[in-house]
């Protein structure tokens, strides 16, 4: 197999064996150090307090779902209770 890459290597142009030579030497690396890449522990609470400003009503329902979910709004006439009980 290491003969057939060699002549594929040799029939590409200078740039690119120089390319492909990279290439191997960052697998090789990849393969000696046994990971995929530098793994971070998590850290809590890096965020807290950049928070500055939270609407009272985050948490509310958004309108577009309001039918959806069968809330009725102030201006709405029948109940979603109305509606399946006229069927």
């Given amino acids: 197999m290491s003969a057939s ?3 594929k290597i040799r029939k590409l142009p200078v740039d690119m064996q120089r390319e492909t030579e990279d ?3 960052f697998l090789l690396e990849k393969a000696s150090n046994g990971t995929e890449g530098p793994v971070r522990e ?3 609470g890096l965020m807290r307090g ?3 400003y939270m ?3 985050f948490d509310a329902p ?3 779902f309001h039918e959806h979910m069968g809330i009725i709004t102030k201006d709405e006439k029948i109940t979603c209770y ?3 009980t006229q069927w």
Wanted: glycine share 0%.
């Fill in 62 to 64: 958004l309108e577009i």
């Fill in 5 to 7: 890459i060699e002549n």
């Fill in 82 to 84: 109305e509606v399946e």
């Fill in 23 to 25: 290439f191997v030497d």
């Fill in 42 to 44: 998590r850290k809590l």
């Fill in 50 to 52: 950049t928070v500055n």
């Fill in 55 to 57: 609407a009272p009503d």
